[in-house]
């Protein structure tokens, strides 16, 4: 723990270098952006600031989390071919330190959710405390994506494009600027969107409510399904790592 712990906190060394407020830019864009769109779609859809901004702010950081994950797994294992090449390390400490750095930015990220509930007194109460597990869940599915894209990308330079493409199309087909109950009697379509659960499994205890246990056994079989696919894909092509990259 100690080497990726050290490596991934590099990784956000470097990525600011010289920067003068360092990884505190994500978060003052983050910061901006909750409050242009929460003011701006608030009076959209015609809903209370005061309930809207915490709504689209967990929002937010739940989805930059998710989003920044995959759309930077593609270099988990070509970002570090020069450690690859020369020397011989599990393939897991990568995955670790991808995940560990982007944990930091969570983190960082975490203070704008704050002020705002700090702002407008809106206090989760303890059900904040089912963000903990869910946050947990939303992170292991992270990592086991994060395995499969990362090979799938060692070996297919093009496919890092292509999520990034998919990603902006599920950001505005998910619920975060937007509330599910604006579907009306269309919200079973909610139902075949994965990544509306592992929002919801971490934004419903940031408001104050207990996910559903529907969410929880979506959470569940996703999470199965991911594991399935992520060791498969693994076992199955770990030899070829080193030389795609």
Request: with cysteine; charged share 10%; aromatic share 18%.
């Amino acid at each position: 723990w100690g080497l990726w712990g050290k490596l991934g906190w590099n990784d956000i060394l470097q990525r600011y270098r010289r920067s003068l407020l360092g990884p505190l830019w994500m978060t003052a864009s983050m910061a901006i952006m909750v409050i242009a769109l929460g003011l701006v779609y608030s009076k959209i859809f015609k809903t209370e600031l005061r309930d809207f901004m915490p709504f689209l702010c967990s929002g937010l950081l739940v989805w930059g989390y998710i989003s920044t994950i995959l759309t930077e797994a593609g270099a988990l294992f070509t970002g570090a071919e020069s450690y690859i090449k020369q020397i011989r390390l599990p393939y897991a400490l990568y995955v670790f330190r991808f995940m560990w750095s982007k944990i930091i930015i969570f983190a960082h990220n975490l203070v704008v959710y704050i002020a705002v509930l700090i702002y407008f007194q809106a206090w989760p109460g303890s059900a904040a405390l089912y963000a903990i597990p869910g946050f947990v869940l939303v992170t292991v599915n992270g990592a086991l994506a994060s395995i499969c894209l990362g090979m799938m990308s060692a070996r297919f330079r093009d496919i890092p494009q292509i999520i990034a493409s998919f990603i902006q199309i599920v950001f505005f087909v998910t619920p975060i600027m937007w509330k599910p109950e604006l579907l009306g009697e269309h919200q079973l379509l909610m139902t075949f969107n994965p990544f509306f659960y592992l929002v919801e499994v971490v934004r419903a205890p940031l408001l104050g409510q207990i996910p559903s246990v529907q969410t929880y056994l979506a959470v569940g079989v996703i999470t199965v399904l991911n594991a399935i696919f992520a060791t498969f894909f693994f076992v199955r092509f770990r030899s070829r790592i080193s030389y795609w990259v």
